[in-house]
């Protein structure tokens, strides 16, 4: 069964840096996805991405984070100057059509450390 | 702002006997609700999903039920097993218009006991 991946499953990060989580999506797949679970907290959305730009976005996704499909492949989250408080697990999550149709698949997360 | 609320937080049933876990939300214009159940250092995985034109849904021994005018869900599971243990989201999506954003509950934890 197709499954969306995620790499890093782990990261660890200076306060300050850098960091791109990459997902692949499932193939056929059109809509992408970014959420984010604070540990202990709620999953949270971050933005959705169709057809090679952002069609939503929560308050959350401020100019520290941008998206990017570099290629016909993968799907990034760049968050630049990590804070503390970036720690949390993220996912990628990704769609065959909008959600009117269609359920969205999740990979299995990256979990960011910010120290 | 739009809001999911999920309860119970933990739900510790004995094998054999039903779990319902319940959820409302506050955007009017939500129109699909997903349960995804997620394992221990796994993904969230999808189980059912109901859309606003059904007002229930079952599949083997899991069931949805929604109520739009009461603004309310829930998750059904039957004749519960270990394996069902597990943490349950409930997700409502946001905006008329929208194609993919999803407010999510905060879990509940289900424990099945042998």
């Known amino acids: 069964e197709p499954e969306v991946t995620q790499t890093p499953s782990h990261q660890v990060t200076q306060m300050g840096q850098e960091v791109i989580l990459r997902c692949v999506p499932i193939s056929n797949h059109l809509y992408f996805y970014w959420y984010r679970q604070i540990l202990g907290q709620k999953v949270e959305f971050l933005v959705s991405f169709y057809n090679n730009e952002i069609s939503e976005k929560s308050e959350i996704f401020d100019d520290q984070f941008s998206v990017e499909r570099p290629d016909g492949s993968n799907f990034t989250l760049k968050i630049r100057s990590t804070k503390l408080e970036d720690s949390a697990m993220y996912f990628c999550a990704s769609s065959e059509v909008g959600l009117r149709n269609t359920e969205a698949f999740f990979g299995q997360g990256t979990r960011l450390t910010v120290v | 702002g739009e809001n999911v609320e999920q309860h119970p937080s933990t739900l510790s049933v004995q094998e054999g006997d039903s779990a319902v876990i319940k959820c409302t939300y506050s955007d009017s214009a939500s129109n699909y609700f997903p349960w995804y159940k997620q394992e221990l250092g796994k993904r969230p995985q999808l189980i059912i999903d109901i859309r606003s034109n059904v007002g229930e849904k079952k599949d083997q021994r899991i069931a949805v039920t929604l109520n739009k005018t009461a603004k309310h869900f829930s998750l059904h599971i039957t004749e519960t097993q270990p394996e069902d243990s597990a943490v349950y989201f409930c997700?409502?999506?946001?905006?008329?218009?929208?194609?993919?954003?999803?407010?999510f509950g905060a879990g509940t934890q289900v424990v099945v006991t042998p």
């Open positions: 997700a409502a999506s946001i905006g008329a218009d929208s194609w993919g954003k999803l407010q």
